[in-house]
């Protein structure tokens, strides 16, 4: 199966509960105040975000004259693509080491993205060191140390328990004697209503600056999709924290939730650099918004 294949099927749910009722909606009917209604209130079940849906159904408003209903479906295509804007990926940049922070609460996928991640830097012929700053749980230690192996990385840690900015700083210091290319640092993630977490996330950032200035030169939060308007809470408030410059969206192969897209830019304006869209590990994607909306509609 192709990739754009396997992206519509990850967004067959997201389809299934928007384009299919955007159908139903205007079915023999034309754009007037009450299909408006109904088509917001569909875009907000989709989680594509309360302002999102008010600016998407205020430009129909607008333009409602020259729209016939059977060209709904075309206009919101362009209207969802232009709200995304531009493709951003993640790509290096700088002197090395290219520095990652990765954020994000426990169970997003968050520790599989950086080995797959890894992977693709290490396919790319640069070379990689993980650093395992989830010093809380031995097994997210053992977890990434399993792809360091996998994906070809090396990997810095220290015991478990022990201080996690102190393992970032021991990484970075170590890629900038090796020559190393990018360095990628796990972090914990417990409950993000948990303050000292983000005290501890914001002191780890400190730290990586300490031993960089200009790193980490990209914070990375990983979002699982499924959760929907619970995501966009959580990317609020790791960027309050630590000013998160981009971010993954996992587990898009089968869950309702895609419309999340939508309103992390819309209300957030962090760029989706990345999604994940299976268990393998050349199923993390770099983001293509126009490939996404394309995906949606059809």
């Known amino acids: 199966m192709g990739l754009f294949e396997r992206l519509k099927q990850g967004l067959s749910k997201t389809r299934k509960g928007f384009t299919e009722k955007v159908d139903s909606i205007f079915k023999g009917r034309g754009v ?10 569909t875009l907000i079940m989709s989680d594509v975000g309360v302002k999102a849906a008010m600016e998407i159904t205020g430009h129909l408003r607008e333009k409602k004259n020259d729209i016939k209903s059977g060209s709904v479906k075309e206009f919101l295509k362009r209207e969802m693509a232009e709200l995304l804007g531009n493709a951003h990926p993640l790509v290096t940049f700088g ?17 599989t993205t950086i080995g797959k991640l890894a992977s693709r830097f290490v396919s790319e012929g640069m070379s990689v060191i993980l650093a395992a700053s989830d010093t809380f749980r031995a097994a997210a230690i053992e977890q990434l140390e399993i792809w360091a192996e996998r994906s070809g990385a090396q990997i810095i840690k220290h015991q478990s328990g022990s201080d996690p900015a102190a393992v970032a700083f021991d990484a970075v210091e170590a890629a900038k004697h090796r ?19 983000m005290e501890e996330l914001k002191k780890v950032k400190r730290v990586i600056s300490k031993a960089m200035p200009d790193a980490p030169q990209e914070v990375l939060l990983v979002l699982d999709a499924t959760t929907g308007q619970n995501a966009l809470r959580q990317a ?32 957030l304006g962090i760029p989706v650099r990345l999604i994940g869209i299976g268990e393998g590990i050349d199923d993390l994607r770099d983001f293509d918004p126009k490939e996404f909306v394309d995906a949606l509609f059809s």
């Open 32 to 41: 007037d105040e009450e299909t408006l209604e109904e088509l917001e209130e």
């Open 179 to 197: 020559g190393t290319d990018v360095v990628i640092v796990d972090t914990a993630g417990r409950l993000h209503t948990k303050s000292p977490l």
């Open 95 to 111: 002197e090395k080491p290219f520095v990652i922070l990765t954020v994000g609460v426990n169970g997003t996928g968050k520790t």
């Open 236 to 267: 609020e408030m790791f960027n309050n924290a630590v000013g998160v410059t981009g971010i993954a969206l996992t587990k898009l192969d089968g869950t309702a939730k895609g419309g999340i897209v939508f309103a992390i830019r819309k209300e």
